[in-house]
């Protein structure tokens, strides 16, 4: 009764819109003879939720509540008839038979609710017979047979082992019901031979089955509540059988319709007679809750290949990278900082990223790798951010005793750090005894692909706490850990550690007004901060900087900074003298000039940096410049292949003149106006974009942040989760399964593991050898598959599988398998409690986009304080070529 009333559901929602409104209901209340007048309060009784329509569930639930005028409806649906596949080339039924020469000797037809049938066997051994069949009812090496049944409970009668639906002239009995175990099968009168299947057969219910040939058997197709399935097939084949007899049964059997075509109906025409109930109304993503997502990809700096399983970790969850050092995610509102602006236009965080974007910072720790962080962002309205994060091998490590302290060589660039004896401590500040590993990974900030790698935005606070951007000279990271794995800072008192730096950078500080301090990394903010005290060296000599002049001289005689803007004359930049208020700061004793720091940072040949450090992390050794005194501000437009506006995309300043790079995103149509540049410099302008990936072997699942259903069960969305995520096809192309797998030592984004492994709290210093073999041990016991999506060839439907379940299935109406992206993936009402059903968005399937890099220019800036106009950046419809 439910199969046709999704038939009948169907055809009187004329217009495919999943529900009926009053206007259709009044028109089936007419044929089934309710007076017009009694049509609003019929409607009005059926619309429980009192949303002016009624969708699928509520009209069924209607039509079997008893209430008035639904046995009407019930009967006016069983009376529509079904929508058989066309042109059958035979129809026995009742209502009437085709070809009209076609003659039968069967019973006085009963009806019920509408349908009516023939009833048969039974003490009165009733049976159809065909008198002449015209020539119609044999089967060639191609054909369709359907047929329409109920077998009644208890009509089975005794010594009977099956109840047979139809017949051949040959004594083949087509389809049949055993008595016992109510499964369809197919016997051979002549030999005995018989075929089951384990498709049960329901009790009191119609039922159609579809038969076709299939190699040298015969394929079932039945119905049940999720729409047609193949059940299986006999190992017996009906061609040149010719149908002689119907309902030949001990028991009683009721046959409504039997139908023949010369020809393989397919599954869409088999699967339209009795359609799947219509999906739920989707819910609407939620307008308060916009989205933002980002993908990314972390790469090796030095061969640009994919990182896996590195550890992405943001404010309120993680992820790992796959086998292609891909990740993805999605952030809420409460995960993303949005600074305000200084009147001068500029983030008060430092950030130059334009007012319609906001940001997270992520951070990333590998096995190996020196640790690295990077800023998502992300238009206020929603959006995604691509990410292309570059790691480095950890260069140099050396294990030495605490007590000793020792030296660490980076051979291929030739740096060094020294450690002071008992210079480490634990953060809390107690000391350390034994055996510490001391790590090293310089910077070639000389190199694109090398600086990318950079911790932040090139963002600073200053050292009046004023927002300024930085132009390397050379920088790297230094990390230390325990026997333990445990984190090792410098001890507060202690002789440091003494960083020696070779470099082939150069700056032009007198163009900048600036001096080279050093500066660490702030993960917490996500901003560079400057190390007031660490005394920098160039070449052996000490630099005249703000370090310099705090130490080396007290504060009360320190002259005047110099203020300003640089000025142009014939013949380059002219002195400080030339444009300072004040006269320039007398020489520091102890350090060089201005004039030969000036000459000694200003060439591209090698030189040492050295500094003492009282904390370890990311150092830096930059000059500063402010905007907008030594800056101008880039603005353009950003075009897709077709010259849309594409929104969204993350923009980078790349210096070719000088080592700083500066953010910004293309907002509303597609525009951008603050991303920050040295002014009279070349610059290039990078596009970080996310393209389609290349063939089939990867599948992508994910729910948009706003459509995502946070108020469903715990259950929904413990079983969500799992779903979502990276999937792999297992085998070739003919494979038809993509599977997910599990790691029982990594964590989703429900949250940040408190038991993370220690190493990698120290962020990136690997263990000993022996934890590195337990851990694999464990990680390869732990692996295994969380979810699978795969081609359910019996439905002709693609499945979503969670612990053997489907979850959402996506139906293929037609012979092909198609595949599993895109679109019209639904869920299964088994898989969810019934108060989730409306909650449930159904998520994105679609191939996992790769985060790729295009460079437009170079451009020149000119003079500072201006807004250069680089034009349109037309993204490339072609992958663009790696960051290099």
């Keep these: 009764k439910r199969l046709r009333l999704v038939s009948a559901f169907r055809k009187w929602d004329a217009d495919h819109k999943g529900f009926i409104c009053e206007a ?11 007076p017009e007048d009694q049509a609003g309060a019929t409607f009005a009784e059926a619309d429980t939720n009192k949303d002016g329509k009624l969708d699928y569930e509520e009209f069924v639930a209607w039509v079997f509540s ?65 008198v002449e069949d015209a020539g119609a009812l044999k089967l060639g090496k191609e054909f369709s047979v359907a047929v329409r049944f109920r077998v009644p409970s208890g009509a089975s009668a005794g010594g009977a082992d099956y109840e047979t639906l139809l017949m051949g002239h040959d004594s083949l009995h087509w ?35 579809f038969l076709q040939p299939r190699g040298e058997g015969t394929v079932v197709w039945a119905f049940d509540a999720e729409g047609l399935v193949e059940v299986g097939s006999f190992d017996l084949s009906l061609v040149g059988s010719r149908l002689d007899k119907l309902g030949w049964a001990e028991g009683v059997v009721d046959i409504a319709e039997v139908l023949l075509w010369t020809r393989p109906v397919p599954w869409r025409e088999m699967s339209a007679v009795h359609p799947r109930p219509p999906p739920p109304a989707a819910r609407p993503p939620s307008a308060g809750k916009p ?30 990278t796959d086998e292609e050092g891909c990740f993805e995610a999605s952030l809420s509102d409460a995960e993303t900082e949005a600074p305000e602006e200084d009147d001068d236009g500029v983030r008060s965080s430092g950030s130059a990223m334009s007012a319609a974007s906001s940001a997270t910072v992520l951070s990333f720790v ?8 990077a800023a998502a962002r992300c238009a206020k309205a929603g959006g995604e951010a691509s990410l292309r994060v570059s790691m480095r091998r950890i260069s140099a490590s050396s294990v030495m005793d605490a007590s000793a302290g020792g030296q660490v060589v ?25 055996s510490v590993t001391v790590s090293l990974s310089v910077i070639d900030v000389t190199d694109p692909a090398s600086l990318a790698s950079m911790p932040g935005d090139f963002s600073a606070v200053g050292e009046d706490g004023a927002s300024v951007f930085l132009q390397s000279l050379g920088a790297a990271w230094i990390g230390a850990s325990d026997e333990a794995g445990r984190e090792v800072t410098v001890k507060e008192g202690s002789d440091g550690v003494t960083l020696d730096l070779k470099t082939k950078a150069a700056a032009d500080s ?7 301090e050093m500066w660490s990394f702030n993960e917490d903010t996500g901003k560079w901060e400057l190390l007031q005290k660490s005394l920098l060296k160039v070449d052996g000599q000490t630099a005249p900087n703000s370090a310099a002049r705090s130490t080396l001289q007290p504060a009360a005689s320190k002259p005047s900074r110099f203020s300003g803007g640089p000025k142009k004359k014939k013949g380059g930049w002219k002195k400080r003298a030339d444009y300072d208020d004040e006269a320039p700061p007398e020489l520091i004793e102890g350090c060089m000039s201005p004039e030969a720091f000036r000459k000694a940072v200003g060439t591209n040949e090698e030189k040492t940096l050295s500094t003492n450090l009282t904390k370890l992390g990311y150092i830096n050794c930059d000059l500063a410049y402010h905007h907008p005194q030594r800056a101008v501000m880039l ?39 603050a991303m920050i540049a040295q002014f009279d410099s070349e610059v290039d302008v990078e596009a970080h974009v996310n393209l389609p990936g290349e063939g089939d072997d990867k599948l992508s699942v994910y729910i948009e942040e706003r459509g995502f259903p946070y108020k469903a069960s715990a259950e929904t969305l413990k079983l969500l989760k799992r779903l979502l995520g990276k999937y792999m096809r297992e085998g070739g192309d003919s494979c038809m399964v993509w599977s997910k797998k599990k790691k029982g030592a990594s964590k989703t984004s429900e949250g940040t593991d408190k038991g993370e492994n220690k190493a990698e709290k120290v962020k990136g210093v690997s263990k000993t050898s022996d934890s590195k073999e337990q851990k694999a041990e464990e990680k390869g016991a732990a692996d295994c598959v969380d979810a699978s999506i795969a081609w359910c060839s019996s439905r002709r439907q693609w499945q979503t599988i969670v612990d053997g379940n489907p979850i959402f299935v996506k139906d293929v109406d037609d012979d092909s398998e198609g595949h599993p992206f895109g679109g019209a993936w639904r869920p299964v009402a088994a898989a969810f409690p019934p108060a989730d059903m409306d909650k449930i968005v159904v998520p994105v399937f679609e191939r996992p986009y790769v985060p790729a890099v295009q460079k437009f220019g170079p451009f020149k800036t000119g003079p500072p304080g201006e807004f250069v106009d680089v034009g349109e950046l037309v993204i490339s419809s072609v992958k663009p070529v790696p960051l290099s």
């Design 24 to 34: 259709d209901l009044r028109k089936v209340l007419k044929e089934a003879g309710v």
């Design 66 to 130: 008893g209430g008035d005028h639904a046995a009407k409806v019930r009967e006016a649906a069983a009376a529509a008839g079904l929508p058989w596949p066309q042109d059958p080339s035979a129809v026995l039924s009742p209502g009437g038979s085709k070809p009209e020469k076609l003659q039968l000797a069967a019973p006085v037809p009963c009806k019920d609710e509408g349908t009516m049938y023939w009833s048969a066997g039974g003490p009165a051994k009733t049976r159809i017979r065909i």
């Design 175 to 209: 389809i049949a019901v055993e008595c016992a175990g109510r499964r369809l099968c197919c016997v051979s009168g002549k030999t005995g031979k018989s075929s089951v299947l384990d498709h049960v057969v329901p009790a009191d219910e119609w039922a159609t089955i």
């Design 291 to 320: 989205r933002r997502t980002f993908r990314g990809q972390v790469v090796d700096v030095a061969s640009g290949q994919g990182l896996p399983d590195v550890k992405v970790s943001w404010p309120k969850g993680d992820c790992r």
């Design 366 to 373: 590998g096995e190996g790798l020196a640790p690295a962080s």
């Design 410 to 434: 980076d051979e291929a660039s030739g740096s060094s750090l020294t450690v002071a004896p008992d210079a480490l401590a634990y953060p809390d500040g107690s000391p350390v005894e034994g």
């Design 510 to 516: 007198e163009k900048l007004g600036a001096d080279a």
């Design 635 to 673: 603005m353009g437009q950003v075009l897709g292949p077709n010259r849309q506006p594409m929104d969204g995309v993350q923009l980078w300043s790349v210096g070719r003149d000088y080592s700083g790079r500066c953010p910004d995103v293309a907002k509303d149509g597609g525009k951008f106006g």
